[in-house]
């Protein structure tokens, strides 16, 4: 069993930077691959970041490539993600996951924490 709980949402103006932090509990953290998702209202839960266990490989959506990055400190059992240049389009409630690498494909796992909203205003 995996505790996930994210934090560090809020309301930003557009441009601006927040830094989402998952501390997660339970099971070996530096076992998992981990990764970001978020959702919109009244749309998909989309990926965003994934990070492997080693910090060897990232990757990230289209949509906030060279403006995110997700790092993790397996020692404190946390991962990050440092959004910068944000957009309004950026809206929405980030989770983490648990989860691995297939091939090039994060493929999530069983355990996600509860959110956490991010509001990027114009």
């Known amino acids: 069993q995996v505790q996930l709980v994210e934090s560090g949402g809020g309301l930003v103006q557009a441009g601006g930077s927040l830094r989402l932090s998952c501390a997660a509990s339970g099971r070996t953290f530096s076992s998992y691959a981990m990764g970001w998702f978020r959702q919109a209202p009244a749309k998909e839960r989309e990926f965003v970041a994934a990070?492997?266990?080693?910090?060897?490989?990232?990757y990230y959506a289209d949509s906030v490539k060279g403006r995110f990055t997700v790092s993790r400190d397996n020692a404190k059992n946390t991962v990050y993600l440092q959004m910068n240049s944000l957009k309004p389009e950026d809206t929405a409630v980030y989770y983490c996951n648990t989860g691995l690498f297939r091939n090039s494909d994060y493929v999530p796992g069983d355990y996600w924490g509860q959110g956490t909203q991010v509001t990027v205003s114009s």
């Open positions: 990070i492997s266990w080693s910090r060897l490989r990232s």
